[in-house]
Protein backbone atom coordinates (compact mmCIF):
# COMPACT_ATOMS: atom_id res chain seq x y z
CA UNK A 1 0.00 0.00 0.00
CA UNK A 2 2.95 2.17 0.34
CA UNK A 3 3.05 2.17 -3.78
CA UNK A 4 2.83 5.46 -5.41
CA UNK A 5 -0.55 3.99 -7.04
CA UNK A 6 -1.82 4.29 -3.68
CA UNK A 7 -0.90 8.09 -3.35
CA UNK A 8 -2.98 10.72 -3.82
CA UNK A 9 -3.00 12.90 -6.98
CA UNK A 10 -3.80 15.97 -7.17
CA UNK A 11 -5.76 17.28 -10.26
CA UNK A 12 -6.25 20.64 -10.30
CA UNK A 13 -8.81 21.64 -8.01
CA UNK A 14 -9.60 17.70 -7.45
CA UNK A 15 -7.70 15.49 -4.83
CA UNK A 16 -7.56 12.24 -6.46
CA UNK A 17 -7.74 9.48 -3.32
CA UNK A 18 -5.18 6.73 -6.12
CA UNK A 19 -3.98 7.23 -9.02
CA UNK A 20 -6.26 4.14 -10.64
CA UNK A 21 -8.34 5.50 -12.85
CA UNK A 22 -11.43 3.64 -14.91
CA UNK A 23 -10.71 3.93 -18.42
CA UNK A 24 -14.17 4.97 -20.58
CA UNK A 25 -15.85 1.74 -21.29
CA UNK A 26 -19.30 1.66 -23.12
CA UNK A 27 -21.37 -0.79 -21.40
CA UNK A 28 -24.77 -0.70 -23.55
CA UNK A 29 -27.18 -0.78 -20.68
CA UNK A 30 -29.83 1.76 -21.39
CA UNK A 31 -31.94 0.23 -23.91
CA UNK A 32 -33.73 2.35 -26.42
CA UNK A 33 -34.26 5.03 -24.44
CA UNK A 34 -30.50 6.27 -23.59
CA UNK A 35 -31.75 6.52 -19.65
CA UNK A 36 -29.14 6.53 -17.55
CA UNK A 37 -30.55 3.65 -14.49
CA UNK A 38 -29.57 1.71 -11.21
CA UNK A 39 -28.03 -0.76 -12.84
CA UNK A 40 -25.27 2.05 -14.46
CA UNK A 41 -25.13 3.05 -10.37
CA UNK A 42 -24.39 -0.08 -9.30
CA UNK A 43 -21.12 -0.79 -11.99
CA UNK A 44 -19.95 2.82 -11.36
CA UNK A 45 -20.56 2.96 -7.63
CA UNK A 46 -19.00 -0.84 -7.62
CA UNK A 47 -15.78 1.16 -8.63
CA UNK A 48 -15.52 3.71 -6.87
CA UNK A 49 -12.97 3.18 -4.53
CA UNK A 50 -10.55 4.27 -7.75
CA UNK A 51 -9.07 7.69 -8.10
CA UNK A 52 -11.09 8.65 -10.67
CA UNK A 53 -13.91 7.19 -12.43
CA UNK A 54 -14.49 7.81 -16.30
CA UNK A 55 -17.82 7.09 -17.63
CA UNK A 56 -18.75 5.24 -20.74
CA UNK A 57 -18.98 7.68 -23.69
CA UNK A 58 -22.44 9.87 -23.37
CA UNK A 59 -24.08 11.92 -26.41
CA UNK A 60 -24.55 15.39 -26.10
CA UNK A 61 -27.45 15.32 -28.36
CA UNK A 62 -30.17 13.06 -30.60
CA UNK A 63 -28.36 13.62 -33.73
CA UNK A 64 -24.74 12.07 -32.68
CA UNK A 65 -25.98 9.09 -31.38
CA UNK A 66 -24.14 6.05 -33.02
CA UNK A 67 -24.40 3.19 -30.36
CA UNK A 68 -27.13 1.27 -29.92
CA UNK A 69 -28.30 1.36 -25.92
CA UNK A 70 -25.61 4.15 -24.82
CA UNK A 71 -26.36 6.87 -22.80
CA UNK A 72 -27.08 10.23 -23.43
CA UNK A 73 -27.06 13.64 -21.78
CA UNK A 74 -29.46 15.79 -23.64
CA UNK A 75 -32.57 15.83 -21.61
CA UNK A 76 -33.56 16.61 -17.85
CA UNK A 77 -34.53 13.28 -17.91
CA UNK A 78 -31.25 11.57 -18.61
CA UNK A 79 -29.35 14.47 -16.39
CA UNK A 80 -31.76 12.80 -13.42
CA UNK A 81 -30.55 9.47 -14.50
CA UNK A 82 -27.37 10.42 -14.25
CA UNK A 83 -28.15 11.39 -10.66
CA UNK A 84 -28.46 8.00 -9.75
CA UNK A 85 -24.69 7.05 -10.58
CA UNK A 86 -23.06 10.67 -9.17
CA UNK A 87 -24.79 10.23 -5.82
CA UNK A 88 -24.31 6.32 -5.77
CA UNK A 89 -20.22 6.97 -6.48
CA UNK A 90 -20.33 10.41 -3.93
CA UNK A 91 -21.63 8.85 -1.31
CA UNK A 92 -18.89 6.32 -1.54
CA UNK A 93 -16.48 9.28 -1.30
CA UNK A 94 -15.64 8.86 -5.20
CA UNK A 95 -15.33 10.99 -8.34
CA UNK A 96 -16.58 10.70 -11.87
CA UNK A 97 -16.22 12.22 -15.19
CA UNK A 98 -18.54 11.91 -17.64
CA UNK A 99 -17.22 11.49 -21.26
CA UNK A 100 -19.06 13.40 -23.38
CA UNK A 101 -19.38 11.66 -27.07
CA UNK A 102 -19.97 12.96 -30.60
CA UNK A 103 -19.88 10.09 -32.57
CA UNK A 104 -19.40 11.68 -35.94
CA UNK A 105 -18.51 9.31 -39.31
CA UNK A 106 -18.79 6.60 -36.58
CA UNK A 107 -22.27 6.86 -36.87
CA UNK A 108 -24.74 5.71 -39.56
CA UNK A 109 -28.34 6.40 -40.74
CA UNK A 110 -29.76 3.89 -39.73
CA UNK A 111 -29.60 5.48 -36.59
CA UNK A 112 -31.33 8.60 -37.76
CA UNK A 113 -34.07 7.71 -39.45
CA UNK A 114 -32.27 7.59 -43.00
CA UNK A 115 -30.60 10.95 -42.78
CA UNK A 116 -26.56 11.12 -43.05
CA UNK A 117 -24.37 11.48 -40.13
CA UNK A 118 -22.84 14.61 -39.27
CA UNK A 119 -19.16 15.14 -39.10
CA UNK A 120 -16.65 18.12 -39.70
CA UNK A 121 -15.74 16.53 -43.53
CA UNK A 122 -17.55 13.65 -46.24
CA UNK A 123 -14.70 11.20 -45.41
CA UNK A 124 -15.80 7.60 -44.46
CA UNK A 125 -14.29 5.59 -42.03
CA UNK A 126 -12.35 3.05 -44.66
CA UNK A 127 -12.43 -0.05 -43.14
CA UNK A 128 -14.71 -2.14 -40.98
CA UNK A 129 -18.37 -1.87 -39.73
CA UNK A 130 -20.54 -0.69 -37.54
CA UNK A 131 -23.09 -2.04 -35.32
CA UNK A 132 -26.90 -0.19 -36.48
CA UNK A 133 -30.33 -0.99 -35.14
CA UNK A 134 -30.48 -2.71 -38.29
CA UNK A 135 -27.74 -4.95 -37.55
CA UNK A 136 -24.14 -4.65 -39.20
CA UNK A 137 -23.56 -2.17 -41.58
CA UNK A 138 -20.25 -0.98 -43.75
CA UNK A 139 -19.32 2.82 -42.86
CA UNK A 140 -21.02 5.34 -44.97
CA UNK A 141 -19.55 8.51 -46.17
CA UNK A 142 -20.86 11.08 -43.36
CA UNK A 143 -22.66 14.66 -44.53
CA UNK A 144 -20.15 17.57 -44.10
CA UNK A 145 -21.55 20.60 -41.70
CA UNK A 146 -21.81 23.31 -42.90
CA UNK A 147 -20.43 26.12 -41.33
CA UNK A 148 -23.43 27.66 -40.44
CA UNK A 149 -23.69 24.60 -38.25
CA UNK A 150 -20.96 24.42 -36.21
CA UNK A 151 -22.47 26.90 -33.58
CA UNK A 152 -25.11 24.31 -33.18
CA UNK A 153 -22.71 21.29 -32.78
CA UNK A 154 -20.43 23.50 -30.15
CA UNK A 155 -23.48 24.75 -28.17
CA UNK A 156 -24.65 20.76 -27.41
CA UNK A 157 -21.17 20.54 -26.08
CA UNK A 158 -20.05 22.02 -22.95
CA UNK A 159 -19.19 25.68 -23.40
CA UNK A 160 -20.92 28.42 -22.10
CA UNK A 161 -24.39 27.88 -21.18
CA UNK A 162 -25.15 25.01 -23.19
CA UNK A 163 -28.02 22.71 -21.78
CA UNK A 164 -24.96 19.95 -21.45
CA UNK A 165 -22.96 21.68 -19.55
CA UNK A 166 -25.82 22.96 -17.56
CA UNK A 167 -27.10 19.17 -17.06
CA UNK A 168 -23.43 17.63 -16.06
CA UNK A 169 -23.58 16.73 -13.27
CA UNK A 170 -19.66 16.06 -12.84
CA UNK A 171 -16.92 16.96 -14.55
CA UNK A 172 -16.77 16.77 -18.30
CA UNK A 173 -14.39 14.78 -20.24
CA UNK A 174 -14.80 14.97 -24.06
CA UNK A 175 -14.29 11.60 -25.69
CA UNK A 176 -11.11 11.68 -28.11
CA UNK A 177 -10.41 8.55 -29.36
CA UNK A 178 -10.25 7.85 -33.07
CA UNK A 179 -12.21 9.05 -35.11
CA UNK A 180 -14.99 10.81 -32.03
CA UNK A 181 -15.03 14.23 -31.11
CA UNK A 182 -11.82 16.08 -30.46
CA UNK A 183 -9.70 13.90 -32.62
CA UNK A 184 -12.22 13.81 -35.86
CA UNK A 185 -11.40 17.77 -35.80
CA UNK A 186 -7.50 17.75 -35.62
CA UNK A 187 -6.62 14.69 -37.66
CA UNK A 188 -6.21 14.65 -41.56
CA UNK A 189 -7.81 11.40 -41.99
CA UNK A 190 -11.20 12.57 -41.18
CA UNK A 191 -11.02 16.38 -41.51
CA UNK A 192 -9.95 18.52 -44.34
CA UNK A 193 -9.58 22.27 -44.16
CA UNK A 194 -12.54 23.95 -44.52
CA UNK A 195 -12.37 26.01 -47.40
CA UNK A 196 -15.36 28.55 -46.44
CA UNK A 197 -14.05 29.09 -43.57
CA UNK A 198 -10.61 29.80 -44.44
CA UNK A 199 -12.07 32.22 -47.02
CA UNK A 200 -14.47 33.96 -44.56
CA UNK A 201 -11.03 33.80 -42.56
CA UNK A 202 -12.04 32.66 -39.50
CA UNK A 203 -9.65 29.66 -39.26
CA UNK A 204 -8.73 29.39 -35.76
CA UNK A 205 -6.93 27.15 -33.34
CA UNK A 206 -9.20 25.99 -30.79
CA UNK A 207 -7.03 25.26 -27.33
CA UNK A 208 -9.46 22.13 -26.12
CA UNK A 209 -8.22 22.83 -22.36
CA UNK A 210 -9.56 26.33 -22.56
CA UNK A 211 -12.30 26.30 -25.52
CA UNK A 212 -13.74 29.72 -24.51
CA UNK A 213 -10.36 31.63 -25.92
CA UNK A 214 -9.57 30.55 -29.52
CA UNK A 215 -6.81 32.04 -31.32
CA UNK A 216 -6.24 32.88 -34.80
CA UNK A 217 -4.05 30.81 -36.73
CA UNK A 218 -0.31 32.39 -37.59
C1 LIG B 1 -15.89 -2.85 -24.10
C2 LIG B 1 -15.09 -1.59 -24.31
C3 LIG B 1 -15.77 -0.38 -24.39
C4 LIG B 1 -15.06 0.81 -24.57
N1 LIG B 1 -15.73 2.01 -24.60
C5 LIG B 1 -15.04 3.17 -24.68
C6 LIG B 1 -15.71 4.42 -24.55
O1 LIG B 1 -16.94 4.51 -24.35
N2 LIG B 1 -14.95 5.55 -24.67
C7 LIG B 1 -13.59 5.49 -24.90
O2 LIG B 1 -12.97 6.56 -25.02
N3 LIG B 1 -12.94 4.33 -24.96
C8 LIG B 1 -13.62 3.18 -24.84
N4 LIG B 1 -12.95 1.98 -24.86
C9 LIG B 1 -11.47 2.00 -24.90
C10 LIG B 1 -10.92 1.84 -23.48
O3 LIG B 1 -11.26 2.96 -22.67
C11 LIG B 1 -9.37 1.76 -23.51
O4 LIG B 1 -8.83 2.93 -24.04
C12 LIG B 1 -8.92 0.62 -24.34
O5 LIG B 1 -9.55 -0.57 -23.90
C13 LIG B 1 -7.38 0.46 -24.25
O6 LIG B 1 -7.01 0.27 -22.93
P1 LIG B 1 -5.51 0.02 -22.54
O7 LIG B 1 -4.79 1.30 -22.87
O8 LIG B 1 -5.53 -0.24 -21.08
O9 LIG B 1 -5.06 -1.13 -23.36
C14 LIG B 1 -13.64 0.78 -24.69
C15 LIG B 1 -12.97 -0.44 -24.61
C16 LIG B 1 -13.68 -1.60 -24.42
C17 LIG B 1 -12.91 -2.89 -24.33
Not at 20 to 33: D, F, S
Not at 74 to 102: C, N, P, R, S
Request: charged share 20%; aromatic share 6%.
Amino acid sequence: MNSVLFQPFHLRDLTLRNRIVLAPMTRARTGAARLPNRLMADYYAQRSSAGLLITEGVTISEEVNGWSASPGIYTDEMAEGWKLTTDAVHAKGGLIFLQLWHTGRASHSNFHGGRSAVAPSAIKISDGEIHTPNGKQPHEVPRALETTEIPRVVGSGTTGRSPTRRRCPTGPHPRGRKGTRTSRFTRRNSSKPHSTLEEAGHVQHIDLANPQSPRRLQ
